[in-house]
Nanobody, 123 residues
């Protein structure tokens, strides 16, 4: 089984940037997608961005397009999420997870969740 550990969260002012990292350990599939998800207080968990096993195909929800960038380094078994122009609406606990092959970037298609890292965007 694969385990994920998220890091890089914290407090940032509106308009600021953060870079989240997701480190994988244990037994990892040869081909898989990794997704970043988030859950704001009182809200449903939602997909933020996903990246294919090759790293060439990426997906973003509309609200983060042009602001967030996902990348992966398979040699280091890490997936990163660069978040620019952060807004208060981005405040949430961010999780990374394994996304089932060929499935959409939705929480229902994800498993092996990490513990999450808190992102707070506030003045």
């Amino acid at each position: 089984q694969v385990q994920f550990v998220e890091s890089g969260g914290g407090l940032v002012q509106p308009g600021g940037s953060l870079r989240l990292s997701c480190a994988a350990s244990g037994s990892t599939p040869d081909y898989y997608a990794i997704g970043w998800f988030r859950q704001a207080p009182g809200k449903e968990r939602e997909g933020v961005s996903c990246i294919s096993s090759s790293g060439t195909n990426t997906f973003y929800r509309d609200s983060v397009k042009g602001r967030f960038t996902i990348s992966r380094d398979n040699a280091k078994a890490t997936v990163s999420l660069r978040m620019n122009s952060l807004q208060p609406e981005d405040t949430a606990v961010y999780y990374c997870a394994l996304v089932r092959m060929g499935r959409l970037c939705l929480p229902l298609n994800a498993d092996s969740w990490g513990q999450g890292t808190q992102v707070i965007v506030s003045s």
